[in-house]
């Protein structure tokens, strides 16, 4: 994959493509951006472009050396994540110093096969602090033509000083189009790809979790739940907030799924109310249509506040019990 491979972050692309044929590519880059839009994939693009002795600053996707990119073997090219700390140590959930040292270590050498080396530290929210401190003195003393890239979700996760030290590199969500795009051309059915990409808030790894094998299925069964959750009495409503919560769901992608299924019902049923509140022909139908509308607004902002609760890692188990009890409440 080389720079022309990579959907919907033209601005990004083209800033790195100005950079490098210019010759005044920084030595420290932070890819920030949702996840699965593309950031460690322009990583990838950038090391190709830089290590391709066919069409230099460019890559041209099929020589020994870009493949080697792709294969994670280049002798130039170092790659750091959560995968590479787990492969030493299985329950990993953070990158270790050691990972760090190890790129700074090699980084100041001189090129094997190349023009230059690049570093690429996946997932850099996980580096510990102590971590990031030991890449502080690489970033200080950037030496030849060596590019460290920290790719990264959460920009606040790292420290300040090494955000001011790398050139910050902003990555959009894809537009759903775009997404219905992609998932259709990997065979998903045009329908789903474009119901899935509503939900994916731009990220394409969302939309593929979300048409995995079971991830439609439990989608839709979670729908239908939802659906009837005006005929819940409370016990019930807790029984589903516990299997929504971590208690019953530990992996991050199913707890995303959830999530945004919930608000796309939602979203759903305040379009549909704000449909049915168009003026009629029967003032007393405008006031239960208005009223209806008012509901789903309420029951929106709701489920938004859950979310940004969810997403800050507060207390999930209180958050799904409250937005349960919360959500399809008749009362006014
Ligand atoms: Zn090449």
Redesign the pocket.
């Known amino acids: 994959m080389t720079f022309d491979d990579i959907q919907g972050q033209g601005r990004a692309i083209g800033l790195l493509r100005r950079a490098i044929e210019n010759g005044r590519l920084a030595h420290a880059f932070v890819f920030a951006g949702p996840a699965g839009v593309g950031k460690r994939a322009t990583a990838l693009a950038l090391a190709?472009a830089m290590l391709?002795?066919?069409?230099p600053n460019v890559?041209?996707?099929?020589?020994i050396?870009?493949r080697l990119v792709g294969a994670g073997s280049h002798p130039d090219l170092f790659l750091e994540d959560l995968a590479a700390a787990q492969a030493e140590r299985a329950t990993a959930t953070m990158l270790s110093i050691e990972q760090i040292r190890r790129v700074c270590a090699a980084l100041s050498l001189r090129p094997i096969r190349g023009a230059g080396k690049v570093g690429i530290v996946d997932q850099a929210e996980r580096l510990t602090a102590e971590a990031q401190n030991a890449l502080l003195k690489t970033l200080e003393e950037p030496r030849g033509r060596a590019t460290l890239v920290l790719v990264t979700s959460n920009l606040d996760a790292l420290l300040p000083t090494i955000r001011s030290r790398c050139q910050r590199l902003l990555f959009a969500p894809l537009p759903d189009d775009l997404v219905a795009t992609l998932l259709s051309r990997e065979g998903v059915e045009d329908e789903i790809a474009r119901r899935a990409a509503a939900l994916a808030g731009g990220s394409l790894d969302r939309a593929r979790e979300l048409t995995s094998e079971d991830g439609w299925a439990r989608c839709e069964a979670l729908r239908n739940r939802l659906e009837q959750i005006d005929r819940l009495g409370i016990p019930e409503r807790l029984d589903l907030a516990g299997e929504l919560s971590p208690r019953g769901e530990r992996n991050r992608a199913q707890q995303t799924l959830t999530t945004a299924t919930v608000l796309e019902l939602f979203r759903h049923g305040m379009l549909e109310a704000a449909r049915g509140a168009a003026p009629g022909d029967h003032p007393e139908d405008d006031f239960t249509r208005l009223a209806s509308a008012r509901r789903a607004h309420r029951a929106m902002a709701t489920v938004y506040a859950s979310v940004r609760d969810l997403e800050r890692n507060a207390n999930a188990n209180l958050a799904w019990d409250k937005l349960l009890l919360e959500l399809g409440d008749r009362r006014g």
């Open positions: 190709r391709c002795p066919e069409r890559g041209c996707g099929t020589c050396d870009c």
